[in-house]
């Protein structure tokens, strides 16, 4: 690299399947385009990432068996240094297995653990390390489908916008689990549960950026559940459906990620098999959506999707073709055009920070 002071990401991948880590890359402000920096494997199987508010300290869950989150350095995005990120201590048992998600909020780094159906808070020390587990908090119950659902499974936890609310969704129990933490203790205490339909699967939400709506991504139905949101009452409530595939798809297809533009016209979601990003327009009230169109996610099994900080660009970790595609996206119409990709085996996630 040069001494350019471009931007930085970090992409995610499952060790276990070939996937190199971590990989710290540099992202070029003109193009979009991503250039690798250094990669560390010091944690097995690294697929979900996030980074301290400061953008100093970079947070990965282990999604193991045994179940781990651990704390690293995070390299600065200009040409500088070896650009790989450093261990801040040694990993922290979540007390679940196969964490799959993260989110750090009120000094506390909490994690989704799918295979234990529970979501576990851990503190974080003055260097941004991580410390033992404050609360656990287990869900319970199931749902319809046979294989999927014949317990509880937490796949993501993040706080709402006005940093009040916890909320989880549970792919197993066909539910959003809304909770509440203690910044001083650590402690999660359950506060509430949405019902969505059953064998839906919910998988991921995101908010629109006005803050009075979510967006549930449903996995075993390819199907987006629009929500409103009351914060002061830690209140959601779905309001209807909208398809994420075309009725002519002819193919098994797991949803995956969903992601709001920035000035809330557009929702994007990811579809493993299909492999497709669908383009869903929102009307003025947020509550209604419409599927525009589906476009090529760029590689096979589209396991995340994100925003660059701009919101001009969208960024698809193809998990099954070992690569992470970029497009640019039109600001009339949401609809995403390929612009490069860079070889990343196994991709999980991408961050940018």
């Not at 970079?58 to 450093?86: I, K, M, N, Q, W």
């Not at 003025?284 to 925003?307: I, N, Q, S, Y």
Request: proline letters at 7%.
């Amino acid at each position: 690299m040069s001494g350019r002071n471009d931007g930085r990401a970090f992409i995610g991948s499952f060790t276990s399947a070939g996937g190199r880590g971590i990989i710290h890359v540099a992202v070029d402000p003109d193009t979009g385009a991503l250039t690798e920096r250094g990669a560390t494997d010091a944690v097995a199987d690294p697929s979900f990432l996030t980074l301290a508010p400061d953008g100093s300290v970079l947070y990965a869950v282990s999604e193991t068996d045994e179940g781990a989150a651990a704390a690293f350095t995070a390299p600065a995005g200009t040409g500088a240094g070896d650009g790989v990120p450093r261990l801040i201590g040694d990993p922290v048992p979540v007390r679940g297995s196969s964490p799959t998600h993260l989110t750090l909020t009120a000094g506390h780094l909490l994690t989704a653990n799918y295979g234990s159906g529970s979501v576990t808070a851990l503190s974080v020390g003055g260097d941004g390390g991580l410390l033992s587990a404050t609360g656990v908090l287990r869900h319970e119950g199931g749902g319809p489908h046979p294989e999927r659902q014949r317990g509880p499974h937490a796949h993501q936890v993040l706080a709402d916008p006005s940093g009040r609310w916890i909320l989880v969704t549970d792919l197993g129990t066909d539910s959003v689990r809304i909770s509440s933490l203690d910044p001083a203790s650590g402690e999660l205490t359950a506060h509430g549960e949405t019902a969505l339909r059953p064998g839906t699967g919910p998988r991921h939400l995101a908010f629109h950026p006005a803050g009075g709506h979510a967006y549930v991504l449903n996995e075993l139905e390819p199907t987006l559940t629009l929500c409103r949101w009351d914060a002061a009452g830690g209140v959601l409530e779905p309001v209807g459906e909208a398809p994420v595939l075309p009725d002519s798809a002819d193919v098994a297809s797991y949803a995956s990620e969903v992601v709001v533009s920035q000035d809330g016209r557009f929702v994007w979601a990811a579809n493993r098999g299909h492999d497709s990003i669908a383009v869903l327009a929102l009307d003025a009230t947020h509550e209604k959506a419409e599927l525009v169109t589906t476009v090529p996610c760029g590689g096979t099994w589209p396991r995340d999707l994100v925003l660059d900080p701009t919101g001009r660009r969208l960024y698809a970790a193809n998990e099954h073709s070992g690569d992470v595609t970029w497009f640019d996206l039109d600001p009339t119409t949401g609809i995403p055009a390929r612009a490069g990709s860079i070889e990343a085996p196994a991709a999980s996630c991408v961050i940018f920070g």
